[in-house]
């Protein structure tokens, strides 16, 4: 039996019944699924054993980049962190993704990768303290009547996004091109930071952008443009 054998034979025996949890060969074919996987997307038996993402539908669309993103594990051998969602029959969830290589103790190379999924519920998760600038705000205010009193654009809700998870500007601008299929310059997502997001939530700098931002409810909805499936990296 391999290396990789046992340890996929050991997780179901470690793993808590609702943790997600992949492990994929250097193939990029499917080696273990977690039950809680296997159950939710009617996997049954062995049969997930030579599937592959495209072989899930919550994830089927963005299924080439799953095994990109498998392939850099692996080559540069460090966990990576994702922000990812999955369409559930046309509910949006999010998760924290973290992929980690699987080594070979005996020969220390890659055999694989382990991909395990955190659900999340709000995306101020990913902000580690409310600094006190939030205090300034007026506990009175009414988000929706608020929120609907800025209007933000498409591109503006997605930049508003990426900044609540301190993406900075440059991969903003990476992830803003990729999700968007166009070429935007860093220095057009500068101004959409500092000439119009500060400007509508009435702030001063990047910070208290993302507290307002957060305190406004921001941190629990998705941009419009995101309503189907995405994968961003954030470490």
């Known amino acids: 039996m391999s290396f990789l054998d046992k340890y996929v ?103 694989g990768v382990r991909i395990d999924f955190m659900p999340i519920f709000s995306l101020g998760h990913f902000k580690p303290y409310i600094n006190h600038h939030i205090v300034k705000y007026d506990n009175s205010l009414s988000c929706v009547a608020e929120r609907e009193k800025i209007n933000l654009t498409e591109i503006e809700e997605l930049v508003l996004f990426l900044l609540i998870m301190y993406v900075k500007p440059k991969v903003v601008t990476t992830h803003l091109n990729y999700i968007m299929d166009k070429d935007v310059a860093i220095s057009t997502v500068r101004n959409i930071i500092h000439q119009q997001l500060l400007r509508k939530f009435n702030v001063v700098n990047t910070e208290e952008l993302i507290d307002k931002a957060i305190f406004m409810g921001y941190d629990t909805m998705l941009p419009r443009i995101m309503i189907e499936q995405f994968s961003i990296r954030i470490a």
């Open 9 to 111: 034979a050991a997780l179901d025996l470690v793993l808590m019944p609702e943790q997600k949890t992949i492990v994929v060969a250097l193939d990029s074919l499917f080696r273990y699924l977690s039950p809680a996987i296997r159950e939710e997307y009617g996997l049954v038996g062995d049969d997930y054993r030579y599937a592959s993402y495209a072989n899930l539908p919550p994830i089927r669309q963005i299924a080439p980049s799953c095994i990109d993103e498998d392939k850099e594990c692996l080559r540069t051998l460090q966990v990576q962190q994702y922000i990812t969602s999955q369409n559930h029959e046309g509910e949006i969830r999010l998760y924290l993704k973290q992929k980690m290589p699987i080594l070979d103790p005996e020969f220390m190379i890659a055999i």
